[in-house]
């Protein structure tokens, strides 16, 4: 019996071993599937929202990049002290802001300090607090008051106050 001489084929490129892998069909196949999955997520899940202002300082910088989950509040509902992407105006103008107010309850600003149901609210997430003298105002049973974290500023200078729950996009990733 004679031996057969074992075939030699050439190897290919290390680049293309790096970047096609050894079956081009499999990695086309990953790659069509791996976009696809990305255009879902960034698409129907997750918002890519970048901070513009200073009024969740320090919890969230300036030009800081984070992602706003539409998903998150399809099986649970929002919470006390959840931060959330609010819609302003159309589709693309998203606020940070934290819920503090749930519905049904009476919410008031004393010197700062925040009352709900006249029983204040503690809130580690306050750095700074500003005199805000906001009279009580009742949450009808759609509404969560909505407020940013830097309490410094001036309340005039701070968008805040009750928002309908339809104008909730989801939750901050943190």
Do not use: C
Not at 12 to 28: A, F
């Amino acid at each position: 019996m004679t031996e057969s001489p074992a075939l030699d084929l050439p190897r290919p490129p290390l680049w293309r071993v790096l970047l096609v892998g050894s079956n081009i069909r499999v990695t086309l196949i990953r790659a069509s599937v791996l976009a696809l999955l990305a255009w879902w997520v960034f698409g129907f899940v997750l918002r890519p929202v970048r901070v513009a202002g200073i009024s969740m300082e320090p919890t969230y910088r300036l030009r800081q990049v984070n992602f706003v989950n539409r998903w998150s509040f399809r099986f649970s509902e929002p919470g006390r002290g959840d931060v959330v992407g609010v819609r302003m105006a159309g589709e693309s103008v998203l606020y940070l802001k934290r819920i503090i107010g749930m519905p049904g309850e009476r919410i008031r600003f004393t010197r700062g300090q925040v009352y709900i149901n006249d029983e204040p609210l503690e809130e580690p997430y306050v750095k700074h607090r500003a005199p805000w003298n906001e009279a009580e105002l009742e949450l009808g049973p759609d509404e969560y008051f909505l407020v940013g974290d830097n309490r410094g500023m001036p309340a005039r200078d701070h968008t805040h106050g009750a928002f309908s729950r339809s104008r909730l996009v989801g939750k901050v990733l943190l």
